[in-house]
């Protein structure tokens, strides 16, 4: 009987191990066809939704080029020459500071160059050349040199973007040659909007940096092609491009695809442009069939092997069957081998986990992909409204809706900076205590686009004050040391159409929100309080006479009375941005022309520009200033100029044009003879100094003229005419009609 009963025991113990075999080995095939299979088929949706993304990212900097193009064709300034054949420097000095004005709200643009046929100056965004000068020692290529611009732009041609090429730039104050990477674009003159000719330089590497191909599938890649069919850029390795469109037969067009080989090329056509995008994606994962084979041969060596073994263990093991049986079930082990049991089946739970949160990773960020797309395109494609469809009962459950923003802002030190995906899960977490439905999207960097579906179209107030409550919780609670900004915006009808208006109208309220408001979370429906900015020239002024003589104290508190000013006007964050992009600039001329280290300027603009764009941060962006100033101040100071510098010139004359500035004086100041600077002057300005600077006094004196109630003498002695005869009478010269008698004029229009 005990003999038998023992068989019977290697009997249960056998049949269990078998089982055992027969559950893992299923498991693993499972995890294998499902996990994998399913992962790709996600990364290849989120790809193409990604792609797409990005060639509307593409659309919108060539659209952004464009507008830059026509606005400086709108620029006055048709005419740089005066009626005795000299160049107006005073409107080529107005000209290129509105270039340098425009470019610096285009991160991707490297250069823009604007000359006119009959005139030998080139105008940029840094200062003015000839033509010659920029491809030949800025901008060389061994190609597209001073002569062939010439000859193209000269020539009637449409608006062309060149290829990209490597270029060999000339850059920062120690002019050292680097190769960037630039596409060209050139302006039509077929129907000229005026005299100018007009060449963008764009930096590809900071173009491609603007298209996330961090989101794309590893292997794929992207060209742009022009609507003849020429490569301008890619962004990934070289391919045989020709034989992929000999593959379509020659019918490139919008939403085809093909495969080739171990890749999928998919063809889009910009509804801006025409121009023409393939997508290059891997076919499969790259050594998929070879994971595939070692994962089944893994699985049956793991069958034989353990029938084998069981036989040999059943004879000793099925004592301790409960125990293996308890182990499965949750309990606990003994022993060295069911220690290592365990281990596998724990590393197996864990893996199995590790995939289902990748693809509920996957999921959430095709969510938020389809809502991004849903709030910037309409109208819809078909494919965005299938994958709209998918999300419908998420989005817009109820028959309303109300879409809201926040922005997080540091109030004081954190511990540590959370990601992006664990801030956006908070904020979601904590909007559902008070709205179970509420949907928090991550925009970019600490801003969130947050979504509340209504039932009745009586709840919005109660809703906003529920938003307001949360927040003021987050504020003590989870997100201590953050400072919360938000606003809700107007009940809609819940249709998709209705997205890109409530967008809209969210983020317009979050631009013109007061800088100095209380409330956490405003209404956007109701209109913001602001009264205009505040940033008189006559403080400019003192604020760079100060810098050039040393009193910082004296700067930093005309900068922080310019900002609290605006902010007691009810300033709203985008007027307060301009604000402190104004007072920058103006600071950072005075930088160049002193000579100041380049790197040491790009590295305070790059800390400007970080804090207005991503914190939006008032106090952050006043120290800022403060510190820039502080930093110029102390480089200006000690950058003397040791030779003739135009720029330093021009900039010297602009600070100082109300005193009086005569030849001996400035040669004094250049360290020169009167003669010698008089002689400079004249061949590096193109006219003397007594004329350019009674221009420069007389701009001054007319905008003085246009916009005070000081008088005729009062204007003149304000831009250092001492005398009001002398002062009108060189008026009339240069304008051929009197102070007195230009105001009225002015007044009048």
């Known amino acids: 009987m005990k003999r038998w009963f023992y068989s019977l025991g290697v009997l249960q113990v056998f049949g269990a191990l078998l089982i055992v075999i027969l559950v893992m080995s299923a498991s693993n095939l499972v995890i294998h066809r499902n996990s994998i299979s399913d992962i790709y088929e996600k990364m290849v949706d989120h790809n193409n939704l990604s792609v797409k993304y990005m060639i509307q990212t593409f659309d919108d900097h060539f659209r952004a080029i464009n507008n830059l193009i026509y606005t400086i064709h709108s620029l006055p300034y048709d005419n740089l020459i005066d009626n005795d054949g000299s160049i107006d420097m005073s409107r080529v000095y107005a000209l290129q500071q509105q270039v340098e004005s425009l470019m610096s709200s285009h991160d991707v643009v490297e250069d823009v160059i604007v000359f006119y046929d009959n005139v030998p100056v080139a105008i940029t965004s840094t200062g003015t050349s ?12 061994p190609h597209y040199d001073a002569h062939y611009w010439l000859k193209f732009l000269r020539s009637k041609h449409d608006m062309k973007v060149f290829p990209a090429e490597d270029f060999t730039v000339l850059t920062g104050s120690t002019q050292e040659y680097r190769t960037k990477k630039l596409l060209v674009v050139t302006d039509s003159n077929r129907m000229a909007l005026s005299n100018k000719n007009v060449v963008v330089l764009v930096d590809v590497d900071k173009l491609l940096r603007q298209v996330n191909r961090a989101s794309l599938i590893p292997g794929s890649s992207l060209v742009v092609m022009d609507q003849n069919r020429q490569v301008l850029l890619g962004t990934g390795a070289n391919w045989d491009l020709v034989e992929v469109i000999n593959t379509f037969k020659g019918s490139v067009k919008d939403e085809t695809s093909v495969t080739r080989e171990d890749y999928e090329y998919h063809v889009y056509q910009s509804d801006f442009n025409g121009f023409i995008y393939i997508d290059r994606v891997p076919y499969q994962f790259q050594n998929l069939d070879s994971v595939t084979k070692a994962n089944r041969s893994i699985i049956l060596t793991s069958i034989a092997s353990a029938i084998l073994l069981s036989l040999l263990l059943s004879v000793y093991l099925h004592r301790p069957v409960r125990s293996i049986l308890r182990l499965l079930g949750g ?75 926040l922005l997080l802002e540091r109030s004081s030190p954190v511990r540590e900076m959370l990601p992006a995906e664990t801030q956006s899960a908070i904020l979601q977490r904590e909007l559902r205590n008070a709205r179970p439905d509420a949907i928090v999207v991550h925009v970019r960097g600490l801003r969130f686009l947050t979504l509340f579906p209504v039932r009745e179209p009586g709840e919005r107030p109660k809703l906003l004050r529920q938003v307001r409550e949360a927040v003021s919780a987050m504020e003590q609670g989870v997100l201590d040391g953050w400072r919360i900004r938000g606003c809700v915006g107007k009940l809609r009808n819940a249709e998709f159409e209705q997205f890109p208006e409530a967008y809209e109208e969210v983020r317009e309220s979050m631009y013109n929100r007061p800088v100095n408001v209380e409330e956490a979370v405003l209404d956007a429906a109701e209109p913001a309080d602001q009264r205009g900015m505040h940033l008189p020239l006559d403080q400019l002024e003192k604020l760079s006479n100060c810098l050039l003589g040393g009193k910082m104290e004296e700067a930093g508190a005309i900068i922080r009375d310019i900002m609290r000013r605006n902010a007691g006007n009810h300033v709203g964050l985008r007027q307060m941005e301009h604000v402190a992009r104004t007072l920058f600039y103006h600071m950072f001329r005075l930088a160049e022309a002193s000579g100041m280290d380049g790197e040491a300027l790009a590295d305070l603009e790059r800390r400007i520009h970080r804090t207005l764009e991503k914190d939006g941060d008032f106090d952050l962006t006043e120290e800022m200033l403060v510190e820039a100033a502080a930093c110029i101040g102390a480089k200006v100071r000690v950058a003397k100029p040791d030779k003739l510098n135009p720029a330093f010139i021009s900039q010297y004359i602009e600070l100082h044009y109300m005193e009086d500035l005569y030849l001996d004086h400035m040669a004094e100041v250049f360290n020169t003879t009167p003669k010698y600077f008089s002689s400079y002057f004249k061949k590096t300005f193109g006219v003397t100094f007594v004329d350019y600077l009674s221009k420069v006094r007389l701009a001054h004196a007319r905008e003085l003229l246009r916009n005070t109630t000081l008088t005729v003498a009062e204007v003149g002695e304000r831009v250092g005419y001492l005398n009001a005869s002398t002062f009108a009478t060189t008026f009339k010269k240069y304008y051929g009609i009197s102070p007195s008698d230009f105001r009225k004029q002015e007044l009048g229009a």
């Open 130 to 141: 000839s033509l010659e000068h920029l491809f030949e020692q800025k901008y060389r290529h």
């Open 331 to 405: 309990g606990n082990s003994k022993g060295n081998d069911f220690r290592k049991i365990y281990s596998g089946i724990v590393k197996l739970q864990t893996e199995n986990q590790e995939f289902r949160n990748q693809q509920q990773f996957l999921e959430n960020e095709l969510r938020r992909v389809v809502f991004l797309r849903a709030i910037e395109e309409a109208p819809y494609s078909e494919e965005l409204w299938r994958e709209l469809e998918k999300f419908k009962q998420d989005f817009l459950p109820h028959r309303y809706f109300v879409m809201g923003a």
